[in-house]
Every structure is written in C-alpha cells, then in structure tokens.
C-alpha cells in the first residue's frame, strides 16, 4: 500500500481551542444566602414551558434557595457582542448562580453563547435544553468553551404537560443540582460533553494533512484520479463535506483558485460565525470553491457574497443553524454575471448549468465546513431542502422589460449581488389568464401561507418573472413600482387564522393592529427579476426573514473601484 501523493487541504482552517475553566461552584449554603438569576429567553412563554420556571423555582424553595430574580429577553436577531453584553448585564446582578432556559431550538446558540460568558465571568450556570436544541447547544459548546453544564429534557415537545414537565425536572434534579454543587475535579465530569466529531483538530493551530489517512494499493495508483472515492469518503466521514463528490482541494488548485483574488486570503469576511466561533477568511472561501468545482474568477462573486452576508442585517450568526429549510440564495445582476458564466436563462435553479451550481455550492460548503454548521449533528433544519446544497442565479437582462437590479440600485455597468436566507422557489402556475389584473391575483395568492414564516415574520420577498409573464404585465402597463405596491397590499393573511399558531411574530410596531396583516413591512420588500424560459411557470423565494435582510452589495476591487471587466481581479 502507498500513501497518496500530494497534501490534502483540511477545510476547517485553523481551530485552536482552550478548555474554558469553569466557575467555582458555591456551597449549599451560599445557594441559600445568594440570589439565583434566571434568564428566560421568552421560549418558556409559549405552550406549557412556564411550567419549567415555576417548578425549577419550587424545587429551588425545597433546597431552601429562595431568591430567585428572572430577566426575560430573547437573544433573536443578536450579534456575538450583543449575547456577551446580555451576560455581562445578568452578571452585573451578582447572583451566586444562574440558569438559562430553555435551548429547544433556534436560539439555542445563543443562548450556549450567554451561559458560556457567564461561567467566563465567574457565574456557575446550568443550561436547561430539549431536542433538538440540545445537539446544537453541545456542538456550540464544543467548540467554544471545550465544557458546559447542561441539562437537556429529552422528552419535552410542544405538547408536554404541565404534569409530564414537572416529572422530567423531577427525574433530573439531582443533576441539576450537581451543576451549581459539584467540587473541582468532579463538575468537569458532570460539563462533559460527549462530543464526538472534530476531536481531531482540537487544540491545534494547524489541522493535519488529510492526505495522510488515506492508503492506495499499486493497481489504485494507476488509475485515473487515484484515491478519488476515497478521499470523498474521507470527507464525507469527517463531516466535511456537503454528501456530494468533491474535487479534492490541493495545495495547486488552491492558489490556482486565489489567481482572480486579489483580496488578502487572510482577510475576515465574517467574524465568529455558527457553533464553531470561527472566523470565515477570503482563504476558507478560495478552499470552498475548490472543493465545490468553482473557476478561479468566480472568486469575486463569492467573496461579495461573503461581504453581503456579513451584513449585521443578515443576521448570519443565526441563519446557518436555523431549523427552517432555507439556503443562502444568491443572485447576481449586471455584467460580470454574464462575464463569469452565471444564467439566469430557462431552467435556470435546475441542473445542468455548473457556475450557478458550483458558486451557490461553494457558499453552503464554508458554512458548513468552517462554522462547522454540520447536518444532522449541529445544524438544526428540521427537513432542509435542496436550497441548503446550492441556491444561485443570475438575472437575465434581456428578457426584462424592465431595470434589472444592479441598475436599480446603482447603474448598468455595476455588478451587484443579492443574498437573501430564503425557502426553495414556490412555484406559480398561470397558462391561462389573460389580463395582468388576473395574472397578479394568482401571484399574490403565492406569496405567502399559514405555514411560511412572512405570515407571522414580515420581510422581504423575491418575485421570479418569467418572460412570458413579464411581458403580460408590462404590456398591461404595469412597471415594477406598480406591482410592487399592489403585492404589499394585497399580499396579507387573516389575523385570526394566525393567532395561536406558527412562531413568536416579529412585526414593525405599527403593524399590531393591522386587519388583514401584510407580509412585507413596505412595497420595496418585493424584489423582482426576470429569469427563467418561456412559459406560464414563474415563482416566489420566500424568507426566513428572523431578523435577516435581503442584501444587495456590488462587486468592486480591493481599492473600492469598479472594474471594467473580470480580468480586473486578475493577479
């Protein structure tokens, strides 16, 4: 057997990591004498989750720990300094003990994140979680903290009662004790996580050759692409990989990729994102778009991609965990759309067409492998869908009747890109209307639902005109303004049919009256392209929208200039 030639790029980057000392746990009678914090991240507002407070609290009382203070606040929509601020504050009550609840689901980093700065700040803290927070909440603090005291409420759900809840709290309280009560030596056992990926890289500036774990026999040497199985299965086994076949990122391939960079590779794009903490640098994304099959002057589409999804409006820190089944869409208008070979023609979100695949995949890869946002292990979408593997077009600008992006916002010869968290394209099916009055009555119907997050989430929306339907409405004379403004008004849900139903709505003030209520905050959340082929199938992206924002950035040089051409990048 032979070792394959040439190194293997470890796409993690580098991931040093120190094993936070935990907070010097009180005496039962310091419990006692002290004040107990407990921070409700507003998730124990819902359904029968009070309980937890009110029980804990009970128990508490049984111990003789009666001086209980509860803040309540959610962490959605936070940046890494907003949660450290957040901790600092609860700290700043000086309570002998903290506890935070409950990590059930998409706040659950966040919430990792705070308990994590408490126990930093001195603070014995115990995290109570339920699946599938739990995972997300251990992965979290795997990589950020090595140790954390959790108690996690295995068979909690919606549906719990109160009963069944006080009976989980029942069996585990002894545990939960043991978080604020255990000597040294004995609560680093109680905060182990029993996390089992990544332990390869911990600790370590500089990740091993992954080349080395891979041994070829003479007859596999002499094959074309030698050791290509395994070393896709090598990746897909450190979970460092999207499941698909890879081209194994080299160190050739690699500064063959950073040829139209010329960007610094150590320059962050995006500061402590997903479980992992890490940063993502221009050199992970040229590492990304090795691996995903990209050309070396795609670089400078995903690296303003990277920059727009920075964006704290974009609230990246959150959307690559989410449990909603959406992707990072990427859309990009004006000419070095074209230049690069991204379509926006018939059948353009499908197969068959390798720079959209490739650059939307090489988005979804560094979430994956730098953040370390890994399906089904620390990443919480419940179902997913295909958006999460690859979501990119380009808008096709001769097909509209209309400015396209990049000329709305800044001028013909400026290339912008749009990101946007959004759900996979909802199609909408009209061969037989003949006016633009009845076109735009099937299109409003489309935008939106009671199981959509814009029912209860207002936000931004994408509209895909095909041709077909583009010219029907410009036709009739309607300009994208119009049917903008006829969306926005039209475009609503009935408030009875969402109350008691979908998730916490996060809605502008104003909006709390509203009867029936809109899904976009104002006409220009509607975003509108023409793209795709012939025919009566055109289609609506909707949001996440959980404090995200659709970002439209343009593609510029180091120095801030446009370029003339992609050759422009090029070292």
Same mark, same amino acid.
């Given at each position: &057997?032979?070792?394959?030639?040439?190194?293997?790029?470890?796409?993690?980057?580098?991931?040093?990591?120190?094993?936070?000392?935990?907070?010097?746990?009180?005496?039962?009678?310091?419990?006692?004498?002290?004040?107990?914090?407990?921070?409700?991240?507003?998730?124990?507002?819902?359904?029968?989750?009070?309980?937890?407070?009110?029980?804990?609290?009970?128990?508490?009382?049984?111990?003789?720990?009666?001086?209980?203070?509860?803040?309540?606040?959610?962490?959605?929509?936070?940046?890494?300094?907003?949660?450290?601020?957040?901790?600092?504050?609860?700290?700043?009550?000086?309570?002998?003990?903290?506890?935070?609840?409950?990590?059930?689901?998409?706040?659950?980093?966040?919430?990792?994140?705070?308990?994590?700065?408490?126990?930093?700040?001195?603070?014995?803290?115990?995290?109570?979680?339920?699946?599938?927070?739990?995972?997300?909440?251990?992965?979290?603090?795997?990589?950020?903290?090595?140790?954390?005291?959790?108690?996690?409420?295995?068979?909690?759900?919606?549906?719990?009662?109160?009963?069944?809840?006080?009976? &989980?709290?029942?069996?585990?309280?002894?545990?939960?004790?043991?978080?604020?009560?255990?000597?040294?030596?004995?609560?680093?056992?109680?905060?182990?996580?029993?996390?089992?990926? @990544?332990?390869?890289?911990?600790?370590?500036?500089?990740?091993? @050759?992954?080349?080395?774990?891979?041994?070829?026999?003479?007859?596999?040497?002499?094959e074309p692409a030698p050791g290509i199985q395994q070393i896709i299965d090598v990746y897909n086994d450190l979970h460092i990989s999207d499941g698909l076949p890879i081209i194994p990122p080299t160190r050739r391939r690699y500064d063959? &990729?950073?040829?139209?960079?010329?960007?610094?590779?150590?320059?962050?794009?995006?500061?402590?994102?997903?479980?992992?903490?890490?940063?993502?640098?221009?050199?992970?994304?040229?590492?990304?778009?090795?691996?995903?099959?990209?050309?070396?002057?795609?670089?400078?589409?995903?690296?303003?991609?990277?920059?727009?999804?920075?964006?704290?409006?974009?609230?990246?820190?959150?959307?690559?965990?989410?449990?909603?089944?959406?992707?990072?869409?990427?859309?990009?208008?004006?000419?070095?759309?074209?230049?690069?070979?991204?379509? /926006?023609?018939?059948?353009?979100?499908?197969?068959?067409?390798?720079?959209?695949?490739?650059?939307?995949?090489?988005?979804?890869?560094?979430?994956?492998?730098?953040?370390?946002?890994?399906?089904?292990?620390?990443?919480?979408?419940?179902?997913?869908?295909?958006?999460?593997?690859?979501?990119?077009?380009?808008?096709?600008?001769?097909?509209?009747?209309?400015?396209?992006?990049?000329?709305?916002?800044?001028?013909?010869?400026?290339?912008?890109?749009?990101?946007?968290?959004?759900?996979?394209?909802?199609?909408?099916?009209?061969?037989?209307?003949?006016?633009?009055? @009845?076109?735009?009555?099937?299109?409003?119907?489309?935008?939106?639902?009671? /199981?959509?997050?814009?029912?209860?989430?207002?936000?931004?929306?994408?509209?895909?005109?095909?041709?077909?339907?583009? %010219?029907?409405?410009?036709?009739?004379? %309607?300009?994208?303004?119009?049917?903008?403004?006829?969306?926005?008004?039209?475009?609503?849900?009935?408030?009875?049919?969402?109350?008691?139903?979908?998730?916490?709505?996060?809605?502008?003030?104003?909006?709390?009256?509203?009867?029936?209520?809109?899904?976009?905050?104002?006409?220009?959340?509607?975003?509108?392209?023409?793209?795709?082929?012939? /025919?009566?199938?055109?289609?609506?992206?909707?949001?996440?929208?959980?404090?995200?924002?659709?970002?439209?950035?343009?593609?510029?040089?180091?120095?801030?200039?446009?370029?003339?051409?992609?050759?422009?990048?090029?070292?």
């Open positions: &057997m032979s070792r394959l030639k040439g190194k293997l790029i470890d796409p993690r980057g580098k991931q040093p990591r120190e094993l936070m000392k935990l907070a010097p746990r009180p005496s039962i009678e310091e419990l006692q004498k002290g004040k107990i914090v407990f921070y409700n991240n507003t998730k124990l507002l819902h359904n029968n989750y009070m309980t937890i407070f009110h029980h804990v609290k009970k128990k508490l009382a049984d111990e003789g720990i009666e001086n209980v203070v509860d803040f309540i606040e959610t962490p959605r929509g936070k940046s890494n300094q907003d949660l450290l601020d957040y901790a600092a504050k609860l700290a700043a009550e000086r309570p002998t003990a903290a506890i935070v609840a409950i990590g059930d689901i998409g706040v659950s980093p966040a919430c990792t994140i705070i308990t994590i700065a408490l126990e930093k700040l001195g603070i014995p803290t115990l995290y109570i979680t339920a699946p599938p927070g739990t995972a997300i909440s251990k992965a979290t603090a795997h990589y950020r903290s090595g140790q954390l005291c959790i108690t996690s409420l295995e068979e909690l759900f919606p549906g719990s009662t109160d009963h069944e809840i006080e009976t &989980m709290i029942n069996e585990q309280w002894s545990s939960m004790m043991d978080a604020f009560l255990l000597p040294p030596g004995e609560i680093e056992k109680r905060a182990d996580l029993q996390f089992e990926i @990544d332990t390869d890289v911990t600790g370590k500036d500089e990740p091993d @050759d992954i080349g080395e774990k891979i041994q070829l026999s003479e007859v596999e040497l002499k063959k &990729m950073l040829t139209y960079c010329p960007f610094d590779p150590g320059t962050v794009l995006a500061e402590k994102i997903g479980p992992s903490g890490k940063d993502i640098l221009v050199s992970d994304v040229a590492i990304a778009s090795v691996m995903a099959g990209c050309k070396p002057h795609h670089m400078p589409i995903l690296v303003t991609a990277f920059q727009a999804m920075a964006d704290p409006n974009y609230n990246l820190l959150q959307a690559v965990t989410t449990s909603h089944p959406g992707g990072n869409l990427v859309l990009v208008s004006g000419p070095l759309a074209q230049e690069v070979g991204l379509y /926006g023609g018939q059948g353009c979100l499908g197969p068959g067409f390798p720079e959209n695949l490739t650059v939307g995949r090489a988005v979804n890869l560094a979430c994956i492998n730098v953040c370390r946002a890994v399906p089904g292990i620390a990443d919480l979408a419940n179902v997913s869908c295909q958006a999460e593997l690859t979501y990119c077009f380009a808008e096709e600008p001769s097909l509209t009747p209309w400015n396209t992006i990049n000329a709305e916002c800044y001028d013909e010869k400026t290339t912008t890109v749009m990101v946007l968290k959004a759900e996979a394209l909802h199609d909408i099916i009209d061969f037989l209307s003949l006016t633009a009055e @009845d076109l735009l009555d099937t299109i409003v119907d489309c935008c939106t639902t009671l /199981g959509s997050n814009n029912a209860y989430i207002t936000g931004p929306l994408i509209l895909i005109l095909t041709p077909d339907h583009s %010219w029907m409405l410009d036709n009739d004379g %309607w300009t994208k303004d119009m049917i903008r403004e006829h969306i926005h008004q039209r475009a609503t849900n009935e408030v009875p049919m969402l109350k008691g139903r979908g998730i916490k709505p996060v809605r502008p003030p104003e909006f709390e009256k509203r009867h029936p209520m809109p899904v976009t905050r104002f006409p220009e959340d509607v975003h509108i392209v023409v793209a795709g082929g012939r /025919g009566g199938h055109s289609g609506v992206i909707l949001p996440w929208g959980l404090h995200s924002e659709a970002i439209i950035r343009k593609v510029v040089l180091p120095d801030g200039s446009l370029p003339s051409s992609i050759k422009d990048f090029q070292k």
